[in-house]
C-alpha cells in the first residue's frame, strides 16, 4: 500500500511541474507578441498608377501574430495594402537587423521606392526587399 502512495504521490508533483512549465511558456509567448502596431507606412505617390484599385501603401506592423518564445528579436509585417486597410493585401513576416539602433527608428529612416513594376522597401543596412505589384494589385 505504501508504494502505491508513493507513485500517486509523484504522479501528481509530475503533474504540477508539467502544468506549471506548460504556463510559464503560455506567459513567455504571451508577453513577447507583438501588439500589430503601425510601425511606418508610406503611401503611393500620385505619379504611378497600377490601374487597380490604386493607391495602396506599404505598412511595417509590429507582428502580433507569432509569438516570440525563444528568440528576443522583434519580428514584423511588411504589408502592401489598399489604402489604409489592413484587412486584405500582401503581407510577408520579417525580421529587421536594426545594427543596435532602436528598431522603430531604423524602420522608419527606410526608403520606399514605387515603380510601375512595384515597390522597395530599402533598408538602412543596405538591404532592399522587392514585391511585384502581381502580388498586391487587384483581388488577386
Do not use: C
Not at 490604386?54 to 507569432?66: K, N
Amino acid at each position: 500500500m505504501h508504494a502505491d502512495s508513493t507513485a500517486t504521490r509523484l504522479g501528481k508533483v509530475a503533474g504540477i511541474l508539467v502544468s506549471g512549465f506548460l504556463l510559464g511558456i503560455l506567459a513567455v509567448a504571451y508577453w513577447n507578441t507583438g501588439s500589430g502596431a503601425v510601425i511606418a507606412k508610406w503611401s503611393q505617390p500620385s505619379t504611378i498608377n497600377y490601374q487597380s484599385f490604386d493607391p495602396y501603401t506599404l505598412v511595417v506592423l509590429e507582428s502580433g501574430s507569432y509569438p516570440r518564445v525563444f528568440s528576443s528579436r522583434p519580428t514584423h509585417v511588411i504589408a502592401v495594402v489598399h489604402h489604409d486597410d489592413l484587412s486584405y493585401g500582401h503581407f510577408l513576416e520579417f525580421s529587421f537587423n536594426s545594427q543596435g539602433e532602436p528598431v522603430d527608428l531604423f524602420i522608419r529612416n527606410s526608403k520606399i521606392v514605387w515603380t510601375p513594376e512595384g515597390v522597395t522597401l530599402e533598408i538602412p543596412s543596405g538591404h532592399k526587399l522587392f514585391i511585384p505589384k502581381k502580388a498586391f494589385i487587384g483581388g488577386r
